[in-house]
């Protein structure tokens, strides 16, 4: 447990450190307003926390930087949640402002707001599908052995898809697969569309086997499809100093090209929580250079999908959690309206 003053020199160096990139000298914190106390008791204070694990040395320095515990306990116990101006309130507002047709499109336009506020680079991915009810499913005839399937989710989400045949189909055959699959799986999870092919047929049916079937092939095809990944802001990364390693900057741009790394990473952590891990908390040994902040978001019990933020562990974590949280609430707000 770590006590006021200790407290004050820790937060003061994270944030010191988070804005310079610089190692914090004692010297440097003496002019901190929060700080009123000598150079030497800094001096102590600081050998204290570096001898306990938050802070660490470097070789080229007299000063300290954070260690990942001291990154770890800046979060959890010093960190402000409201480092947000009016101006970025004003901003954000009017982005999630936006009319959206689908929910993919809310998801990205968060993200994309939330890397030009925050500088950093955010990936996004929508909600999963299997976790959602089927609305509606609507079939529309497109030519004598063509149609498309839409499925419509209880949250917002939108699955298209084009089925041929090898036979004709009319209209009327349209309207009565309209009618068994709605009438079959309405209200009921995404993927009991995958059923055995005799559970969709009717003994009064007089088209073939060979209609229904594609139909069926298709729509669990579509459904096991992965949501798109979106990425925003990568080049902003570059142009922080931690990216001048060149390992640090090839280790990058493979995560962000590797889908597998970046679903695990979005899909970590708890529902309508912010999730930060930082440096070896992450299970990935790609993302041990990083901290990645993801954030899962629901409104009225809908998933919405995740967006990630990925960055040094030098990452203004004040800024990243006030700017997810006054987006969440300002999600909430939308849709209550």
């Given at each position: 447990m770590?006590?006021?003053?200790?407290?004050k020199?820790?937060?003061?160096?994270?944030?010191?450190y988070?804005?310079?990139?610089?190692?914090?000298?004692?010297?440097a914190l003496?002019?901190h307003?929060?700080?009123?106390?000598s150079?030497?008791?800094i001096?102590?204070?600081?050998a204290?926390l570096?001898?306990?694990?938050?802070?660490?040395?470097?070789?080229?320095?007299s000063?300290?930087?954070?260690?990942?515990?001291?990154?770890?306990?800046?979060?959890?116990e010093l960190?402000?949640?409201k480092?947000?101006?009016l101006?970025?309130?004003?901003y954000?507002s009017s982005?999630l402002?936006?009319?959206?047709?689908?929910?993919?499109?809310?998801?990205?336009?968060?993200?994309?707001?939330i890397?030009?506020?925050?500088?950093?680079?955010?990936?996004s991915?929508?909600p999963k599908?299997?976790?959602?009810?089927?609305?509606?499913?609507?079939?529309?005839?497109l030519?004598?052995?063509?149609?498309?399937?839409v499925?419509?989710t209880?949250?917002?989400?939108?699955?298209?898809?084009?089925?041929?045949?090898?036979?004709?189909?009319?209209?009327?055959q349209?309207?009565t697969m309209n009618y068994?699959?709605?009438?079959k799986?309405?209200n009921?999870?995404?993927?009991?569309?995958?059923r055995?092919?005799?559970?969709?047929?009717?003994?009064?049916m007089?088209?073939s086997?060979?209609?229904?079937?594609?139909?069926?092939?298709?729509?669990?095809k579509v459904?096991?499809?992965?949501?798109?990944?979106?990425?925003?802001?990568?080049?902003?990364?570059f142009?922080l100093?931690?990216?001048?390693?060149?390992d640090?900057?090839?280790n990058?741009?493979?995560?962000?090209?590797?889908?597998?790394v970046?679903a695990?990473?979005?899909?970590?952590?708890?529902?309508?929580?912010?999730?930060?891990?930082?440096?070896?908390e992450?299970?990935?040994?790609?993302?041990?250079?990083f901290?990645?902040v993801?954030?899962?978001?629901?409104?009225n019990?809908?998933?919405?999908?995740?967006i990630g933020i990925i960055g040094?562990k030098?990452m203004?974590?004040?800024?990243?959690v006030?700017?997810?949280?006054y987006?969440n609430k300002k999600?909430k707000?939308l849709?209550?309206?």
């Amino acid at each position: 447990m770590l006590d006021s003053r200790k407290k004050k020199v820790l937060q003061a160096i994270v944030e010191e450190y988070i804005n310079t990139a610089e190692p914090v000298s004692s010297n440097a914190l003496t002019k901190h307003e929060d700080l009123k106390c000598s150079s030497a008791t800094i001096r102590n204070e600081m050998a204290d926390l570096e001898k306990a694990g938050f802070l660490d040395k470097t070789h080229t320095s007299s000063g300290r930087i954070p260690s990942e515990k001291g990154y770890r306990y800046y979060v959890d116990e010093l960190l402000d949640d409201k480092d947000i101006s009016l101006e970025e309130i004003k901003y954000i507002s009017s982005k999630l402002e936006t009319k959206v047709n689908e929910i993919e499109d809310l998801t990205k336009i968060a993200a994309n707001t939330i890397s030009e506020v925050t500088h950093y680079t955010t990936v996004s991915i929508g909600p999963k599908t299997t976790s959602q009810l089927i609305e509606e499913i609507k079939f529309v005839l497109l030519g004598t052995r063509m149609m498309m399937a839409v499925i419509l989710t209880d949250a917002g989400l939108v699955k298209e898809t084009i089925i041929k045949f090898d036979e004709d189909v009319n209209q009327k055959q349209i309207e009565t697969m309209n009618y068994m699959f709605n009438n079959k799986l309405k209200n009921q999870p995404i993927e009991t569309i995958d059923r055995p092919l005799e559970e969709y047929l009717y003994d009064e049916m007089t088209y073939s086997v060979n209609v229904i079937k594609p139909v069926i092939e298709q729509l669990k095809k579509v459904i096991k499809e992965e949501n798109e990944i979106y990425l925003e802001g990568a080049n902003k990364s570059f142009d922080l100093p931690e990216f001048n390693s060149l390992d640090v900057a090839k280790n990058f741009v493979n995560i962000l090209d590797t889908k597998e790394v970046i679903a695990d990473m979005l899909n970590s952590g708890f529902a309508e929580d912010i999730n930060i891990y930082i440096g070896n908390e992450n299970e990935k040994d790609e993302l041990k250079d990083f901290s990645i902040v993801t954030f899962k978001h629901k409104v009225n019990g809908k998933d919405l999908g995740t967006i990630g933020i990925i960055g040094p562990k030098r990452m203004d974590y004040s800024k990243v959690v006030s700017v997810m949280k006054y987006i969440n609430k300002k999600l909430k707000d939308l849709d209550n309206n």
